[in-house]
């Protein structure tokens, strides 16, 4: 009997620590005044890290980009820049040293000014070729402060895509006394002069933002508090923006966008973010032979990916930019959907009755495979048998990385918007082997650079079209459609304007 | 009693070291590098060699499973690759939400099973009986994932009676938001419990103490709650306890559908992105909390059946 009393005993204090530990552990969060307004966004994934240093994932740079300003801002029609942190700036006669006004009277969220230190410190950073995006700045030498109100940025030769890439995350700008206080663990405490700053972080699964009191912009924010949850299931933040538990959702699936427009919801699909194409390793023969690419280009139908794979939200490419990239030119001999064109250039090959070719795409990924099976159809009309191979998506990359692929699908998400990031990766065999193609084209080459370091727009305009012009006839990646960004909110969301870099504009943000 | 709960508790840790050597080499088996994984599509060649030298995976694998032991006997179960932050603190923070679901799961689950199987093992092979039992096998046939999404659909978006994804602000209110995924899996996981509880109650109802206490001219509640239940819960107990692992297999995949933050949809997203810290921590610490709960269902079951002693 003493036996059975006690385990009677163990086993309700079981079923009690079970249910009352949990529920006492997750103690209630203070919940915010009732004039407090709240805005709710769900994402599929979480961030990763506050320091733009170490950054390589889209969600740790979009809400970098909301707690962090930057010297200047892209400007709404994505190809210019306005003030943000920077008043005004001027570049020397020779084009080696750009001198930026501060704004004053900034403050950081703790209420502690932003000096010139501050921008010198950050930028500094930037540059720092050993950062993972010090790349966008490889001619820049030093940032030096003038004043208290100035500071310069000294480069090694002229370097047009200056102001593009201070507009990116990655010139985001930050507290040196935070950093000096915290060194690496600045990636979890961020201090920024952006319109909201971090009040929590549970890894994983939401992201607590709360109202800069000390916002530089006079009125803004409207909200108060932003939470950011994330739910990796698709359906599920569809179900919670139409539920109402959510106010903003990101990654739509394309699938689904009729039927939230249907219900009520807006739609935002933010065009110039990136676009899907298909790269081809030139040591794998025949995709060394300019007509064969050029062939393969022209037989993919990219209006039927853009109506049947995006449901019609994506644009048929004509270049290899995004379209809303500066000095983009549809005009430049695009590829397009032409089967006796190809059937002609495989004509003038080494292979004129076609040849089997292998495409690698990444295993679970249904938007690939569709875009690659109408490709399939295509190829099949001019001879060609098209292999998908379907691989987990780390070893893909790998595979890619190391050069063993044959044909790599991807999308490049457009950091700047000049085409220097892009164009001078994928045109130039010093970069990656031109994205690891191994396209070598000393003339490509050439242009790469000199656009690089050519200030006139009108003529760096004409360098731009000329490598476009390039790119098609050569055809070392395959361009297919431009892939939109998706988002939807509740009808009631007002100014939400996310931008080609990602950015939300949480600042300009209402709930009617 | 003192010495088999000593002697089960000693087993506790053999078993925990072979999970630990499972855990360590599957999460190293499937394909795709970590240092890729961190990387993305930035993965130089050098940096991969870099981010595998921080993270010493270029050591062989036996002397990085001998770290991992040393480190964890010294509680240090390594940092998470994405985080930088400690397993340890990135997982137990997730724990409590995690067992509410699981217990949350399990009182639903009854609720649904107790009183459907009394009725199916009292009626039997009445049509209520075939309508009970139809049904039940129908829903051990719907994936999980999927029930998860059609009851949010109706439950939540139609009528919109429970908060849909997450884990709420605590209280009443995070029981609000857990009884959907609450209930997918205790629809999920009932069609066993209620067959086992029907089928042990039909061989109580044969037996000859129930006939006698019929005789006796005892009230049918009477009998029902102090004879029949009593006695058929013992084998059932049994199935439950051992249904525990199942249950938590159901609960990591509905974390995943409602994004609910607890070390389901964490070790989801740490198999995807190869945080092998955080897999080999939360394997452990499910393998462990399954250990304990059969533990515990050993000794409810003496609780309930005065014949089980662990006394010699």
């Known amino acids: 009997m003493r036996i059975r009393v006690t385990a ?5 204090c079981f079923a009690a620590v079970m249910l009352v530990v949990p529920a ?25 890290t506050w320091d733009p240093y170490h950054t390589g994932d889209d969600p740790s740079i979009f809400t970098q980009m909301v707690a962090y300003d930057r010297l200047v801002k892209l400007a709404p029609s994505n ?5 943000e942190l920077a008043t005004s700036w001027k570049m020397s006669p020779d084009g080696l040293t750009a001198t930026f006004t501060l704004r ?6 703790d209420g502690s000014p932003l000096t010139a230190d501050d921008v010198v410190f950050s930028l500094t950073r930037s540059i720092d070729q050993k950062s993972d995006w010090g790349f966008l700045f490889s001619p820049v030498k030093s940032v030096s402060k003038v004043d208290d109100k100035t500071i310069a940025i000294h480069m ?12 990116t995350f990655a010139a985001s700008i930050y507290s040196k006394a935070q950093f000096d206080k915290y060194g690496e663990q600045m990636a979890q405490h961020p201090l920024g002069t952006g319109a909201f700053t971090l009040e929590s972080w549970q890894k994983g699964s939401q992201i607590t ?5 000390n916002y530089w912009q006079p009125g803004k924010p409207k909200i108060d508090r932003i939470i950011m949850r994330v739910v990796g299931d698709d359906n599920t933040r569809v179900l919670q923006l139409q539920s109402g538990q959510a106010d903003l959702i990101d990654f739509v699936p394309p699938n689904q966008v009729q039927l939230v427009r249907g219900s009520g919801l807006k739609i935002y699909a933010v065009n110039g973010t990136a676009v899907l194409r298909y790269t081809l390793n030139e040591t794998i023969k ?3 032979e300019v007509n064969v690419r050029a062939a393969l280009g022209h037989a993919i139908d990219r209006q039927a990916v853009a109506k049947n794979v995006f449901f019609g939200l994506a644009a048929v490419a004509r270049s290899l930019l995004p379209e809303t990239t500066l000095y983009y030119d549809p005009n430049a001999d695009p590829l397009t959907y032409d089967l006796a064109k190809a059937k002609a250039l495989l004509a003038k090959s080494s292979v004129p009755n076609g040849f089997n070719l292998t495409v690698q795409l990444p295993a679970g990924n249904q938007t690939y495979l569709d875009t690659a099976t109408i490709w399939g159809n295509g190829l099949k009309q001019i001879g060609v048998t098209l292999k998908i191979d379907r691989l987990e998506t780390t070893t893909l990359i790998q595979m890619r990385n190391a050069e063993h692929y044959t044909v790599f699908n991807a999308a490049w998400t457009n950091d700047t918007p000049d085409p220097d990031e892009l164009l001078g990766v994928a045109m130039d065999f010093k970069s990656q082997h031109a994205a690891h193609t191994f396209y070598n084209n000393p003339e490509a080459q050439r242009l790469v650079a000199q656009a690089r370091r050519e200030l006139d727009p009108k003529k760096r305009q004409a360098l731009y079209t000329m490598l476009q012009r390039i790119e098609s006839r050569d055809a070392p990646q395959i361009y297919v459609v431009d892939v939109p960004r998706l988002y939807a909110s509740s009808p009631n969301l007002v100014g939400f304007a996310p931008n080609s870099q990602g950015k939300y504009s949480f600042e300009d943000v209402s709930k009617r | 009693m003192i010495r088999y ?5 000693a087993l506790i840790l053999p078993v925990l070291f072979g999970v630990s050597i499972v855990a360590f080499m599957l999460i190293r088996l499937i394909p795709g590098n970590p240092a890729v994984a961190i990387l993305g599509e930035r993965a130089t060649p050098e940096l991969i060699a870099r981010v595998e030298n921080q993270l010493g995976l270029n050591l062989p694998i036996w002397r990085q499973y001998l770290h991992f032991l040393a480190n964890a006997w010294r509680g240090d179960f390594g940092l998470s690759f994405f985080y930088g932050q400690n397993a340890t603190t990135l997982t137990l923070e997730r724990i409590p939400i995690t067992l509410l679901l699981i217990a949350y799961a399990a009182l639903i689950g009854l609720a649904i099973a107790v009183p459907c199987a009394t009725l199916a093992a009292v009626r039997r092979e009445s049509a209520v009986d075939h309508l009970i039992r139809l049904g039940f096998t129908a829903t051990i046939g719907i994936p999980t994932f999927w029930l998860g999404i059609v009851l949010a659909l109706l439950l939540s978006v139609r009528v919109r009676l429970f908060a849909l994804g997450g884990a709420g602000t605590g209280g009443l209110d995070t029981l609000w938001h857990l009884t959907l995924p609450a209930l997918t899996i205790a629809l999920h996981i009932s069609p066993i419990l209620m067959r086992a509880l029907r089928s042990s109650l039909i061989e109580v109802m044969d037996s000859d103490y129930i006939t006698t206490g019929l005789a006796m001219g005892l009230r049918p509640v009477t009998l029902l709650i102090s004879y029949l239940l009593r006695n058929g819960l013992t084998p059932f107990i049994s199935v439950l306890g051992l249904n525990v692992g199942w249950l938590i297999g159901g609960t990591i995949i509905i974390e995943q559908v409602f994004g609910i933050p607890g070390v389901g949809s964490l070790l989801i997203t740490s198999i995807l992105t190869r945080d092998y810290s955080i897999v080999q921590f939360v394997t452990l610490v499910l393998a462990f909390l399954v250990i304990l709960v059969n533990l515990l269902t050993d000794l409810a079951y003496a609780a309930l059946d005065p014949r089980v002693s662990f006394q010699r």
């Open chain 1, 8 to 12: 009677l005993r163990v086993v309700s």
């Open chain 1, 24 to 48: 006492a552990m997750m103690s209630p969060r203070p919940s915010a005044g009732a004039a407090a307004v709240t805005l709710t966004m769900v994402r599929n994934a979480d961030m990763l």
């Open chain 1, 79 to 83: 190809k210019d820049v306005q003030p």
């Open chain 1, 104 to 109: 004053q009277g900034v403050k950081f969220s």
């Open chain 1, 156 to 167: 090694a030769e002229p370097f047009a895509p200056l102001l593009a890439a201070l507009s």
């Open chain 1, 209 to 213: 933002l709360v109202k800069n009191q």
């Open chain 1, 286 to 288: 025949p995709l060394d």
């Open chain 2, 5 to 9: 709960l000593a002697g089960r508790l």
